[in-house]
């Protein structure tokens, strides 16, 4: 991607800015003009060169500044308050500007005739069509193309939300930029699309179900590999009848294409079910990761909590060569593409790694054991409370772990129902390893924040425990065009500037 001239390394007191630029976007808004002839205008500034340009802007509720997509107002205030924590080096990375969102979730209203396929307007469920928006990765805007034309040549019923009658009620666009067989440059303008038809049925067995199987092969003939553009990568179903608010159902059907969905983040290669999560942004994730990485050191034992399919821990065991990886999380949905992903590890990775299906806020301490590193990327409400107290209280934690292995007694059945359901659920990959000291504690926590406010909160009680101290933080542009922020913060144990200051003391007594 062309690079917009905000990249040179400022000095050690301000933070490290980039400005990406889409080749796509440069092409619709001209380069600013050369400064080398006098009678040319001089170089707009940055606000206008990285602006959204979206027709969409005023009605969408996806976006809510046009301007400085390279620098949200927000990145001032994590500057600040980093500063204030002892982190004066905070960097922040604005990554891809346009183009950007790899996975979207769409409703799906009005009529045949006239379909609405977009996101509802503010405080409201009136939807905004938005067919060209300038966050999808542009194949997703050509899908949505696509399915419109097939909702009204085969009069397929959007949803009415006020009657619960019709057919379609969203759609799920996920781009898969995995092709080996393209060069690397090449691969995600490339991308191919996976549609999720969310359908008011129960299932497959609904009267309507001939609509569907119609509109999934008309997706299929016109965007599939025969095509003229080679457009779709596969057609799902998902059944949804509830009147309430969530998008998906319970019930998935694959109808069309490679019912494997693979993408590359995080130097691995990882499944992905359309029931699982999945960052929107994939090439901020993928850049996240490789910092994320260099904080963990080689052959660690580490504990990923709120680890969904498992993409941060695997990662993790490929790239650091862990000791052991357990990976905790509360979807069971997720245990598929967990094996999925783990089966393509390279052979050499040679780690313990388990899935476990499991709530990380019941007994936190259970999963915090025999680890060296916690990897948390809760959701945007934060993290748990219990497992907050766990970390602040990891003091008495760690005399009463050491206490208890010190004193023989018979190991109890365990009876806790939790715990009883992570065990059956489990995935184990490779050989279970004893750790160098089992009742070890964690001394390095990284924290992944999709919640600025509630990572703030969450930041102040680690620290005021003075169990924890901040050592590194990083912020990511994962939602160009909104005021939020992606943030990467490692923690060590104890207090670190205490302890320079007292090995400070001692050398100069020894001089």
Not at 254 to 278: K, N, Q, T
Request: charged share 25%; with cysteine; hydrophobic share 35%.
């Amino acid at each position: 991607m062309p690079l917009c001239l905000l990249s040179t390394r400022p000095p050690s007191s301000l933070t490290l800015i980039t400005c990406h630029a889409s080749p796509g976007a440069l092409r619709t808004h001209p380069s600013p003009p050369s400064t080398t002839s006098l009678s040319l205008p001089p170089t707009p500034p940055p606000s206008l060169t990285c602006a959204l340009h979206c027709p969409h802007f005023q009605s969408c509720s996806g976006c809510t500044h046009e301007f400085n997509l390279h620098r949200p107002i927000i990145v001032d205030e994590a500057t600040d308050f980093f500063k204030t924590l002892g982190v004066s080096d905070f960097t922040f990375d604005t990554c891809r500007l346009w183009e950007w969102r790899c996975r979207a979730k769409l409703a799906v209203r009005g009529s045949a005739e006239s379909p609405l396929i977009g996101l509802y307007q503010e405080g409201t469920h009136n939807v905004v069509d938005i067919p060209q928006c300038k966050a999808h990765h542009p194949n997703i805007n050509a899908a949505v193309e696509l399915l419109r034309r097939g909702i009204t040549e085969l009069n397929v019923e959007p949803y009415d939300e006020d009657q619960g009658t019709g057919d379609l009620r969203y759609v799920q666009m996920a781009v898969t930029t995995y092709n080996t067989s393209l060069p690397a440059s090449e691969r995600y303008r490339n991308g191919k699309v996976q549609v999720s038809l969310v359908w008011n049925s129960r299932n497959e067995n609904s009267p309507n179900s001939e609509k569907l199987n119609a509109l999934a092969n008309f997706l299929w003939r016109n965007g599939g590999p025969k095509s003229n553009v080679h457009l779709i990568h596969s057609v799902w179903a998902n059944f949804q009848t509830s009147t309430n608010n969530i998008i998906f159902g319970n019930r998935w059907r694959h109808l069309l294409g490679e019912r494997d969905f693979w993408e590359h983040v995080g130097g691995i290669d990882i499944a992905l079910a359309p029931s699982s999560f999945g960052q929107a942004n994939t090439r901020a994730f993928d850049i996240l990761l490789r910092k994320l990485q260099k904080y963990v050191p080689f052959g660690a034992s580490v504990a990923d909590l709120y680890a969904g399919a498992g993409v941060i821990g695997l990662s993790l065991a490929a790239t650091r060569k862990c000791r052991s990886v357990k990976c905790i999380e509360i979807n069971k949905e997720s245990k598929l593409s967990f094996e999925k992903t783990a089966d393509r590890l390279p052979k050499i990775v040679d780690s313990s790694i388990s899935w476990h299906h499991a709530d990380a806020s019941k007994e936190p301490l259970s999963w915090m054991v025999g680890s060296d590193v916690i990897v948390v990327d809760p959701p945007r409400k934060g993290l748990d409370t219990s497992l907050v107290d766990a970390l602040q209280n990891i003091k008495s934690v760690k005399h009463k772990a050491k206490s208890s292995s010190e004193s023989p007694h018979e190991v109890k059945d365990e009876k806790r129902p939790w715990i009883l359901r992570a065990r059956e659920d489990s995935v184990q990959i490779g050989s279970k390893t004893t750790s160098v000291d089992s009742q070890a504690l964690p001394e390095t926590l990284i924290y992944i924040s999709c919640g600025w406010d509630s990572f703030k909160e969450d930041c102040k009680l680690l620290l005021s425990s003075k169990a924890w101290h901040l050592e590194k933080a990083h912020g990511y542009n994962f939602f160009p065009g909104t005021q939020s922020i992606e943030v990467l913060a490692v923690f060590k144990r104890g207090q670190g500037g205490l302890k320079k200051k007292k090995l400070g003391k001692k050398k100069k007594k020894r001089l």
